[in-house]
Structure formats: structure tokens, C-alpha cells
């Protein structure tokens, strides 16, 4: 095992105190005990958090240019006790974390969400709320989405307010400067506790539109660039599927229905979801202008999580990429077995597709596959809905642990793919492009992500010239400490 028991008490302040006061053992550190390397990343935060601390240089030159803040949200908390293990990766308590980036330095700060589901399970310290995929306790006090929001799956910034997002609850508002959690944002009053995706859309003047989830009925927000809400409105799309993520043009919403079912939504939900491949894939676009122009598209039954982004071209084709998988793997078996440090060796199943969706102006849709194995597709944010080459994906199948150990960058009008592979004692996750100061061009970006370093049990930040993406990283930030993989984050 890499991360030695006295090279973990050592690297961090808790575990010098807990050395000198003979204290109990820190959780994370008993969670790590015994298991595997890549456990690191599925190993819980300390309830605390983490305080701010410098992160250190250890290869290359920082771009002179790049400033601002990358903020993540992903669980980090998966265990209670010897025995009580989160159910499903996707019930894990929201950690945000937090590394701002200027002058050359990078600082890193990470903080536990506050929701009332967080708040009472650390009280009890024991798994109680129901999940996706927990069927939870009779006694945990459920009143309303947000008792059970684990606000942990992504963050977006909106004119300087932070917010931790979920998919069936509301955004949670947090201090953008220390991640305090302020509490549960109303978009209007009649909104309130409406849920709020964890996959926003922004526009390039800022405008936000997301969706709200609930069964068959679908909510759309358009958020205006200061963060007033401008307008919301209802859609029925006939079937309650598993709608994670979607995608938006310059003139259409796309919502897109894959043939993963729940009619009954009660928890654990994920047991009451069935796919049905019979069904296809469905794609309903809709004018964004006015609902009330809308139409249907079909497709080859393929289960998604995560879009890139979709444009229009001028004789109205629509395209949008995504990561599609044949069945909904990941959602069904929800990382338990990772969480227990079990690692059953890559599921031939949950193997995806970079795919471009082609959907004729008034006809079905069909998929141009392009053979890359991946998820987290990311685009440049300056051509959100507008025509673009290039998608950033998190790509390379680890074989010996979970993961993925590479990021590529796949040109749509080349068809051609820039990869580099850190190889197996990285786990990588999800990179953001950052547009360069004055650039113009997709290639004038950097793409910036962690990557656990399973040889130093550390969390490094990496960042990349998009131009320049098989080269490595052009300077690699390595914090005190590994913090538990996420799920998404944004840059502001
Ligand atoms: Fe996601």
C-alpha cells in the first residue's frame, strides 16, 4: 500500500494531533486501513473539512494568465463505523471543494455541504435518509426533497453566488469564499423547493437555463445572467426516465428521454427503474422561445448520463455529443462494491461511447460513434450551443483499479483524438476547459482537472494547453492530502 499508516498521520494536522494526544484514530484514516490504494478516493472527508492550504508546485511553469477558482462537488462521505457503508456512490453527503488559483499559487479548502440529511447522519452517525439508491430509515423526518438533498453532484457560479447542486432538490447556496452553506435557494417564492439539475446550461452572455425533474413533468428555468429568474415553464414528456442531463442550442432545448423508467419513484429509486430498449431514445426539442413549438425525435436506445454540448447548423440539423452506454451500468450498481474497497475488474457493459447525435431538421435522429471510451465530455464555454471541433473527455479504462486514467480531446471535424495517459497510479477526473485571456479559438484554453495520485496519496491539479493536450500537463499542483473523487465542478 503506498499511503503508509505514519506517512497518513503525518501529512495532515489531525492526524499530528491524534499522534500526540492518543486520540481516536481520524475516520478517514480508519477507512483507509486495510484496503486498497485507490481506496483513497472512496475513503469520507473528515466531517470538518478541510482547512485552506497552500497546494505545492511540483512540475512546470504556471501559465502566466490563469487565475480564478475551480470549485468541485462529488460524496465524501461513505462509511460510519466498521459496518455502515453508503448504499450508492450517488448518496454520498456533498463535499465541496475549493482550489483558487492566482499569481502562480493554487490554495485548496474543502467543506461539507450542511444539509439537514448531512447534519442529522453525522448527529447519529449512521446511514438513515432514503436515497437514489438508499432505501433509509422509517424514522428519518421527511417533509420535502430537500430533507434528503445530498447536494453532491455539481456547482455552478452565478454572478458571484456559489450553489451546491442535486438533481431531485433545490440548488443550496454557499459563501463562495469560505463554502459555508447558507441554505436551500427559492428561485421565486412559488418555487421553493423545486428541483434544480445538477447540469445547468449557460449561455454565452450568461443566460442559465436548467430543468426541474419531477416524473413525467419537467420544469425549465431561464436565469438571467445577474441571477434573477426571467421565466419558468412546464413540459409533459409523456415517460418519468432517468433524466440526469440534456442539452441546449442557440434557439432549442433538448430533452433527451432514454428508455430507463420509473413510474413508481419511491426509494431506494433506482430499483424502480427498468429499461426498456423497446422504446429507443427520444429526443423532445423544444423552442425556446415558445414551448408550445415543439417536436419529437428518435433514436437507437442508448443510456446516457452526461452531454457535451449541442448547436444547430443553419439548415436546422442538430448536433450534440454525449458519452452513451448500451445499458445504465453505473446507475444500477451505484459503486457499492467500490465503496467496500472491491474492485471486480473493468464490467464489459459499462463501457461508453463518444457519440454525435444528428438530429435532421424534421426527421429522427442517428449516432456517429467515434470508438472513444469515456464520460465528463466538456466544451469550450465561449461556444456553448454554438458550432464547435472540439470535446474534452476523461478517457483510458484503468484495469487493476476504478477509474479512468487519461484525458483526451477529440476534434469532431478532423476526427481526430489528442490523448494523454497518466497511466495506472492515477485515477482522473473531470477537466474544465479555461478559455486563455484574450483567446478566441477552442484551442486557446487550458483544461484544468484533479487527478489522484495513488504513488504520493495526494489530489494534484493538472492543467493542460488544449493545443497541446498529448504533450502532459504543462504544471501540476499537489495538495497535503487526497480528497475523495467528485463528480463535476465549474470555473469562475
Ligand atoms: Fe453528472
Sequence with gaps: MTLSRRHFLTSSAAGTAVMGLGLNLPSAFAETSGMPDWHL???????????????????????????????????AQFRYGADDYASHWFDGDGMVQRIAIADGRAVHSGRFVQTVKHRIEQAEQKFSAPGFGTAGLMSFPVSGPDDVNAANTSVIVIDGQLYALWEAGSAIEMDAATLATKGPKAWSADLAGMPFLAHPKREPDGTVWNLAISGRQVGVYQIGAGGGLKSFGMLDIGKAAYIHDWAMTERHLIIMVQPWLNESLR???????????????????????????????????RAFYHTGAAWEEADGTIRLDAALYKEPVLGVGGGADEIRGIWNGPDAGFISNLTQIVISPSGDARLIETGLDGDFPQVDPRRHGLPRRLTALVTGQAVSQPGKTAVSVHDWSSGKTSTFDFGESRMVEEFLFVPKPGGVREEESWLIGPVLNLKTGTTDICVFDVARISDGPVCIWRGERAWPLGFHGTWS
Design 41 to 75: 478516493g472512496y475513503t469520507s472527508a473528515p466531517a470538518s473539512g478541510f482547512e485552506p492550504s497552500a497546494m505545492r508546485l511540483v512540475y512546470g511553469k504556471v501559465p502566466a494568465g490563469l487565475k480564478g477558482t475551480l470549485y468541485r462537488n462529488g460524496p
Design 267 to 301: 426509494p431506494p429509486v433506482v430499483e424502480g427503474f427498468e429499461w426498456h430498449p423497446e422504446e429507443g431514445f427520444k429526443f423532445l426539442i423544444v423552442d425556446k422561445d415558445d414551448f408550445s413549438k415543439r417536436r419529437w425525435a428518435q433514436g437507437p436506445a
